[in-house]
């Protein structure tokens, strides 16, 4: 039995061919990898959380909201670029507008539009934009689709059973055989439903592309339902795809690992990536174009929090992760403890812990951490302000090297996995206990890595030179 780390699992889809096997023209391995490898993972390791797909259902209000933003028409005809976003919003603390942080900016410059899929069953305004489609009619469609078929057992649901489970039955048998892992009858029905999700937003899409007809389509996340279509439709209509970064990947982050040879109609032309920090990480089929462009939000937030706000030396900034909380927040409070009285120490949550961190972390009950438990300012103020940075595996600590902080890894989770690149070829410490943390504060021990090296600069140039080549 095998543990399935991604290069595993990788070499078991080489192996068995998964990301060759078609159902009704769909790839319907490829369009639940990340999904199926999360919950082997979750089965071997015992580990909390589902296979990807428990998102809450949506009310009769959410419903109707959609129902009410699917009757307006797509009116954009003809542009340059058409942006498929990811939905999420974040509000700008000055202005009181909700920025999509990756393509608002760049979609100013051109004739184009993006399309906004509900985020958490709705849409964050105002927006500040007025070239922004919610797409919620097909997030309707195919609400409604799954749940009727499921609830009539149609016709079509159930041949498209019979086909999903002849064409990979034999997988996941081998499944447990390679990772000691049953999860068939979990995934079979979940792989039913995402070709109804891709099939209805594939028509869906087809019909915004009759009309808009982009020289290019940037996706936000490539692995999302409406950019998988996209995808899929572009490749049929000569049109060229980029996946526009969302964030930095990490090795084990299934969606960005791929075999080489591994050409899906699936997956865009082009990857956007923001450093070369992220080449030796991320992992793609061989015919896909990497670029390296930067992050234009990143550069423009930095010049503005540390005009704010000055970097005070003896500053330091624990961030929290969702998995290794526990872990991190006990070794803020001991090095408040210890350290308190003559440096600053910052721990910041992750804003799923607000809520719940007084009852599961009551150790931080202490004056001298100071705890920031509300995003009344941004993450980019605290990086500002201070001098190192500690954590696990977050993207954080890239924009946290980005501002100049140095850096300390704490060994706990997946971290050493995760940021193998920091501490082998950078040489950033990762240590496990609050002493060694303390040392290295006090002895300027800290790891520092080049700033300018974790986002490409000029960022908005390179974008729209991009950009501009198929104009």
Same mark, same amino acid.
């Given at each position: 039995m095998k543990e399935p780390t991604i290069q595993n699992f990788l070499s078991f889809e080489q192996e068995h061919k998964? /990301?060759?096997?078609?159902?009704?023209?769909?790839?319907?391995?490829?369009?639940?990898?990340?999904?199926?490898? /999360?919950? +082997?993972?979750?089965?071997?390791?015992?580990?909390?959380?589902?296979?990807? /797909?428990? #998102?809450?259902?949506f009310t009769k209000k959410e419903l109707l909201t959609m129902a009410l933003n699917a009757l307006k028409p797509f009116t954009y005809k003809n542009v340059d670029v058409l942006f498929v976003g990811n939905g999420r919003r974040t509000k700008n603390i000055d202005t009181? +507008?909700?920025? %999509?942080?990756?393509? %608002? &900016?760049?979609? !100013?410059?051109?004739? @184009?539009? +993006?399309?906004? $899929?509900? &985020?958490? *069953?709705?849409?964050m305004q105002p927006n500040g934009m007025d070239n922004v489609y919610f797409t919620d009619r097909v997030a309707f469609k195919t609400n409604l689709a799954v749940k009727?078929? !499921?609830?009539? /057992?149609?016709?079509?649901?159930?041949?498209?059973?019979?086909?999903?489970? =002849?064409?990979?039955?034999?997988?996941?048998?081998a499944i447990k055989i390679e990772f000691g892992t049953d999860v068939a009858a979990a995934m079979i029905p979940e792989v039913v439903d995402r070709m109804y999700y891709i099939d209805i937003t594939k028509k869906f899409c087809g019909k915004i592309l009759d009309k808009a007809k982009p020289k290019? +389509?940037? #996706?936000?996340?490539?692995?999302?339902? #409406?950019?998988?279509?996209?995808?899929?439709?572009a490749h049929e209509r000569n049109i060229p795809v980029?996946?526009?970064? $969302?964030g930095f990947a990490f090795p084990t982050h299934t969606p960005m690992q791929y075999n080489p040879k591994d050409h899906l109609n =699936?997956?865009? %032309?082009? #990857?956007?990536?923001?450093?070369?920090?992220?080449?030796?990480?991320? *992992?793609?089929p061989d015919n896909i174009k990497m670029l390296t462009v930067g992050f234009p939000f990143f550069?423009?937030?930095?010049?503005?929090?540390?005009?704010?706000?000055?970097?005070?030396?003896?500053?330091?900034?624990?961030?929290?992760?969702?998995?290794?909380? &526990?872990?991190?927040?006990?070794v803020a409070a001991k090095v408040a403890e210890q350290i308190g009285d003559e440096y600053r120490v910052i721990y910041k949550l992750h804003p799923f812990e607000f809520a719940s961190y007084k009852e599961k972390y009551p150790w931080t009950n202490t004056d001298k951490l100071e705890v920031i438990a509300n995003n009344g300012e941004h993450i980019f103020r605290y990086l500002a302000e201070s001098a190192i940075v500690v954590s696990a595996r977050t993207a954080s600590v890239w924009e946290g090297i980005g501002f100049g902080c140095d850096t300390i890894l704490l060994n706990f989770g997946d971290t050493a996995v995760n940021m193998e690149y920091f501490i082998k070829e950078k040489h950033v410490p990762l240590v496990d206990t609050a002493e060694q943390v303390? =040392?290295?504060?006090? @002895?300027?021990?800290?790891?520092?890595? %080049?700033?300018?090296g974790m986002f490409e600069p000029d960022a908005m140039r390179n974008i729209t030179s991009f950009i501009n080549q198929f104009l």
């Open positions: 998964c /990301n060759q096997i078609t159902v009704e023209g769909m790839h319907v391995w490829t369009l639940y990898r990340y999904e199926i490898h /999360n919950a +082997i993972k979750k089965q071997y390791y015992g580990t909390k959380g589902g296979s990807g /797909n428990g #998102e809450a259902p009181g +507008i909700y920025e %999509d942080i990756y393509c %608002d &900016e760049v979609a !100013k410059q051109y004739n @184009s539009v +993006i399309l906004e $899929h509900p &985020e958490n *069953h709705g849409h009727l078929s !499921k609830k009539f /057992n149609t016709k079509t649901r159930r041949r498209r059973t019979a086909q999903v489970t =002849e064409a990979l039955s034999p997988i996941f048998e290019l +389509i940037i #996706e936000i996340c490539y692995y999302a339902m #409406e950019s998988y279509a996209m995808s899929m439709l980029a996946e526009y970064s $969302h =699936e997956l865009p %032309d082009y #990857e956007l990536i923001y450093s070369k920090t992220q080449l030796p990480i991320v *992992h793609l550069e423009k937030q930095r010049d503005h929090y540390k005009s704010l706000y000055p970097r005070q030396e003896k500053t330091i900034c624990f961030i929290s992760t969702l998995n290794e909380g &526990e872990e991190i927040s006990k303390i =040392e290295l504060i006090r @002895s300027g021990g800290a790891g520092h890595v %080049d700033p300018d």
